[in-house]
């Protein structure tokens, strides 16, 4: 199982991002994927949840209405779109999944928002 993110940076409040999760090594569209983020000092914690077909989202009550999970089976990928950023929105962003193998995490993409 591998799990690769990307599209993390700065940006300054009020501003979005578009995070993307590559996913090899197993079969991707017979498993829930997840966001999770964790900020300095802070657990880490989870954003939002996708089923395995997409059709059932959930999402931490901080984030609703700012941010979106999406995923394409297709490709094997996971977004996750996120407006409205703010400074609390800062941590480092994994990406999630678990299989027949256990829990597996990606490296990581930091995401930093601040004027």
């Known amino acids: 199982v591998q799990l690769v993110e990307s599209g993390g940076g700065l940006v300054q409040p009020g501003e979005s991002l578009r995070l993307s999760c590559a996913a090899s090594?197993?079969?991707?569209?017979?498993?829930?994927m997840s966001w999770y983020r964790q900020a300095p000092g802070k657990e880490r914690e989870m954003v939002a949840t996708?089923?395995?077909?997409?059709?059932?989202?959930n999402y931490a009550d901080s984030v609703k209405g700012r941010f979106t999970i999406s995923r394409d089976n297709a490709k094997n990928m996971v977004y996750l779109q996120m407006i409205s950023l703010n400074p609390e929105d800062t941590a480092v962003y994994y990406c999630?999944?678990?299989?027949?193998?256990?829990?597996?995490w990606g490296q990581g993409t930091q995401v930093t928002v601040s004027s």
């Open positions: 999630y999944t678990i299989t027949w193998r256990g829990g597996s």
């Open positions: 996708i089923s395995s077909v997409g059709s059932v989202t």
């Open positions: 090594g197993f079969t991707f569209s017979s498993y829930a």
